[in-house]
């Protein structure tokens, strides 16, 4: 096989993958970190990413690696059991406009903001949209943050506590000579101790991020 037709072929599952999951080629780029530019000559068969992208592709795809390189065998990476598909049946939750000083008790209508649908999470949970910079660059500002009520924490957790304004806020649970320190990921802010009058509420299990197309 030729060089320009191995480029070809795998510019064409490259294409395939995109489509696949309804992206732009603006989009997905931007998800893979290269430019439209070289994407489209990819697709093109006029050049090859390198193997680290490409390796780095299947693993935020889920792709399999021998389907891309060679064509053969299913492109999903996982065919999954029909017991795990079951974890990506969609649970419906409240997303709420404030979290209660009650919380979880005390949550009324006026709380709540709507209820969504979003596979793989676990019947119990709360979603709200986190705003700020505090917490970038793991949760950017607009994104849903999704959490569970919680009362043991490990190091390195993100939860959900009240600061002493009454604001529902995201920071870094860790622990440093037997203290509790809440940290901010955004090396600009400060951590700070945890204080008698501050509640945890619980801990974040995952963040849905809205991609501009």
């Known amino acids: 096989m030729s060089s320009k037709k191995n480029h070809a072929e795998i510019g064409s599952r490259i294409k395939e993958i995109r489509l696949s999951r309804g992206l732009t080629q603006k989009a997905f780029a931007s998800s893979l970190g290269i430019v439209q530019g070289f994407l489209s000559d990819v697709e093109r068969g006029r050049k090859l990413p390198s193997e680290t992208l ?13 389907w891309l390189f060679t064509g053969e065998g299913e492109i999903s990476r996982k065919v999954f059991p029909r017991e795990e598909m079951e974890k990506f049946v969609a649970s419906t939750i409240p997303l709420l406009k404030r979290v209660p000083p009650e919380f979880p008790e005390g949550i009324g209508d006026q709380d709540i903001y709507d209820r969504i649908s979003l596979p793989g999470i676990p019947e119990g949970c709360y979603a709200f949209f986190f705003y700020g910079n505090f917490m970038a660059p793991t949760v950017h500002d607009g994104d849903i943050v999704i959490f569970t009520e919680h009362q043991d924490f490990a190091n390195g957790d993100i939860v959900l506590l009240n600061n002493l304004w009454g604001e529902t806020i995201l920071r870094r649970y860790r622990m440093k000579d037997n203290e509790v320190l809440l940290s901010p990921d955004n090396p600009l802010y400060r951590p700070f101790r945890l204080e008698k009058d ?16």
């Open 54 to 66: 490409l390796i780095a592709l299947c693993h935020l795809y889920e792709i399999s690696e021998e």
């Open 198 to 213: 501050t509640r945890i509420f619980g801990k974040v299990i995952e963040i849905w991020r809205k991609i501009k197309f």
